[in-house]
Structures are given as structure tokens and as C-alpha cells.
């Protein structure tokens, strides 16, 4: 009996021993083709560098919005898209840019509208003096309906436009005057972007406007080839302009919106999960973006008459009468509906 009972025990030990060993054996064998496998499958992920063009400085917010997309893109596809940025013109001006976006050399650019008034008029009502009372309006228009259904008239161009980010309400600047009314601008050579309505609305108050890119534009202020120029402050501060101008008049004639824009062939290449990733993204970093552009408009103001710049504050209501007949003038290349539509979002 003891003998059977211990051959019993003996049996029951190594029987144990064995599926011990067994179990143990198979989950590390489980476990180990696991890893290699999720190895494996991060060397296979083909990771694709994107470029991002924008013609502002690296530290202007178009360029640490395009790095805040990347690095959200890069997260929410476990490494597959990263984001190289080329700021500061790197790549060409903001035609140039969107020309690469069209061809599909570059990926993508964040611009202000007003150059894209060469390649497609979807956008042109946004180029209108006065248009946006402020940002809340133009966030409303832009996010909205009316936003996408001129992101949507972009089909066929090329180029696919994600989200509307910021560079913001334009103010003037220049080296002979303090301007407080329209009538002060007369005789004033000033730079513009390349954009028929931006010109007509200073023509309208008699300065004499000149189409050019940005990359242009510090030079051009120094040797006094032009006047003035008009940006929002982010840019007046990136781009040092007032080494260069002693005058800033707060007019906030045109507000730019500024689309993010990707290239059609990009585009086609992906599939419908990451076309939401990409969407979304562009949705997170524009919110970011102009939260940029805010805290910075808050400080800068004060920074640039720290700087010496003389500011003068224009009673906006003179200026958008002086440049109202822009809008009959351009009423129906836009479309009336469309002008009174992005009006009526204000209330
Ligand atoms: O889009 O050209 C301009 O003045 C623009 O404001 C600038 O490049 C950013």
C-alpha cells in the first residue's frame, strides 16, 4: 500500500513538474513570436516625411501650428506620418507654396487666402475689407457651414483644405506718417499681397498699392522701394518690422483666415481612418494655433511701442465706409447670397 501511494505521489509530482513546465515553456514561447511580431510590424510601418511649407518665421504660429499637427498626426498613426516644416520661405512664397501643394511637391502649407484668390475664387469673400466683426464672427462663419462649403469648392484644384487657421486682423504700418483716417493713406506706396480686392480697398482711399511676396517684404520696407505694409501683429513682431516702420495704425482692415492645405496626390493615398486623423488634427492644431495668435496679440501691442513704434487707434467705422464700394465692385464675381450670408452670422 505505501509503495503504491508514494509511486502515486511520485506520478502526481512529476505529472505536475511536467505541465509546469509545459505551461511555462508555452507562454514564454507565446510570448516571445508576440514581441518579434509587433518588432516586426513597427520596422514594416513605412514611415512617410511629409513637408510643410510657410512663409512666416519659425516662431511665428503657421509654423508651430504645422509642428503641432505633425506631432498629432505622428501620435495618432503610431509613427506612420511625420511632419518636416520649412518656414520662413524656405520653399518659395505663399503662390509658390500652393503651386507645390497643387503639383503635390509639398504636402502641405498653411496661407493667407488673399494668394489663393489666383487658383480658385472660393475664398474671395473672405478677402473682403470689414467682412468679420470679429473673431468670434469669423469662427462661426469658418467652422461652419459656410467654411466648408467653400473648402468644398476647392474640388478639382488640387488641393484639399482641412481647417481654417489664423493669421489674423490686418493693421498698417509705414515710415512717413501716423495714419488715423483713410484720407491720411493718399499718395502712400504700399505693399499688398497678390489679391485684386486687397488692392481695389486701398485704391479705394487713395494709396497706391503693390502686389508682393512676403519673402520680399522686410527688404523692400528697408530700401524704401514701398511705404507700408499691413499684417496682424504676430507677423509685425516675427518679422521685425518695426526695425523698419515707425508707424502701426490699428485699422484691422481684413481679417486672413488661414487654410490648411494638402495636396490632392497626398491625399488620394489614404485611407478613409487616416483621412479623420488628418482632419482631426488639423482641427486640434487650429484651435491651438489661434490660441497662439491671441496670447500673442495680447502682449504685443505693448511690445511694439516698447519697441518704438507710434500707434494710433482709427475710428474703424471711417475706414469701412471709405472702402465699402469694394463690395458692389466685386458683389457678383463672389455672389451677393454669399456676401450676405457670412454678414448675417454676425448677429
Ligand atoms: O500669410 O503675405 C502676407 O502678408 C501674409 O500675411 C503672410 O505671408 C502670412
Redesign the pocket.
Same mark, same amino acid.
Given at each position: 500500500m505505501k509503495k503504491r501511494s508514494l509511486k502515486v505521489l511520485a506520478l502526481f509530482v512529476m505529472v505536475f513538474f511536467a505541465m509546469t513546465l509545459v505551461v511555462g515553456c508555452s507562454g514564454g514561447a507565446k510570448e516571445e513570436p508576440k514581441k518579434e511580431e509587433s518588432k516586426k510590424e513597427e520596422s514594416k510601418v513605412e514611415k512617410i516625411v511629409l513637408k510643410a511649407a $510657410?512663409? =512666416?518665421p519659425a516662431d511665428?504660429p503657421?509654423n508651430l501650428g504645422l509642428i503641432e499637427f505633425g506631432k498629432l498626426l505622428t501620435e495618432r498613426t503610431n509613427g506612420k506620418f511625420v511632419v518636416e516644416t520649412f518656414p520662413a520661405?524656405q520653399l518659395g $512664397? @505663399?503662390r509658390e507654396a500652393i503651386e507645390g501643394v497643387q503639383m503635390g511637391t509639398i504636402d502641405i502649407t498653411?496661407? $493667407?487666402t488673399? =494668394?489663393l484668390a489666383g487658383f480658385s475664387d472660393a475664398f474671395l469673400v473672405t478677402d473682403l475689407p470689414f467682412i468679420f466683426k470679429s473673431k468670434e464672427h469669423a469662427y462661426k462663419v469658418l467652422d461652419g457651414e459656410i467654411g466648408q462649403s467653400i473648402m468644398k469648392k476647392l474640388e478639382g484644384t488640387g488641393i484639399v483644405g482641412l481647417a481654417f487657421w489664423e493669421?489674423g486682423f490686418?493693421n498698417i504700418t509705414n515710415s512717413k506718417r501716423p495714419i488715423v483716417n483713410p484720407e491720411d493713406m493718399e499718395g502712400i506706396k504700399i505693399?499688398? +499681397?497678390e489679391n485684386q480686392i486687397h488692392m481695389d480697398s486701398f485704391r479705394q482711399i487713395g494709396a497706391d498699392p503693390t502686389p +508682393?511676396?512676403?519673402?520680399e517684404?522686410f527688404t523692400a520696407l528697408q530700401q524704401k522701394t514701398v511705404d507700408a505694409? @499691413?499684417? =496682424?501683429l504676430p507677423?509685425i513682431a516675427t518679422s521685425k518690422f518695426y526695425e523698419v516702420q515707425d508707424h502701426l495704425a490699428m485699422t484691422g482692415h481684413f481679417y486672413?483666415p488661414?487654410p490648411l492645405l494638402v495636396s490632392q496626390a497626398l491625399w488620394d493615398k489614404l485611407t478613409d481612418e487616416e483621412k479623420q486623423i488628418f482632419q482631426k488634427a488639423a482641427d486640434d492644431a487650429r484651435d491651438a494655433e489661434r490660441k497662439m495668435i491671441a496670447d500673442m496679440d495680447a502682449k504685443l501691442l505693448d511690445e511694439l511701442k516698447a519697441k518704438g513704434m507710434q500707434v494710433t487707434e482709427p475710428d474703424k467705422s471711417k475706414w469701412q465706409e471709405a472702402m465699402a464700394p469694394v463690395y458692389e465692385k466685386w458683389q457678383d464675381k463672389i455672389g451677393k447670397d454669399l456676401i450676405e450670408k457670412v454678414k448675417a452670422a454676425a448677429n
Open positions: $510657410s512663409t =512666416p511665428h503657421y520661405a $512664397s @505663399e498653411v496661407v $493667407s488673399a =494668394p493669421n490686418r505693399r499688398t +499681397m +508682393m511676396a512676403f519673402g517684404l505694409q @499691413e499684417n =496682424p507677423i486672413a488661414a
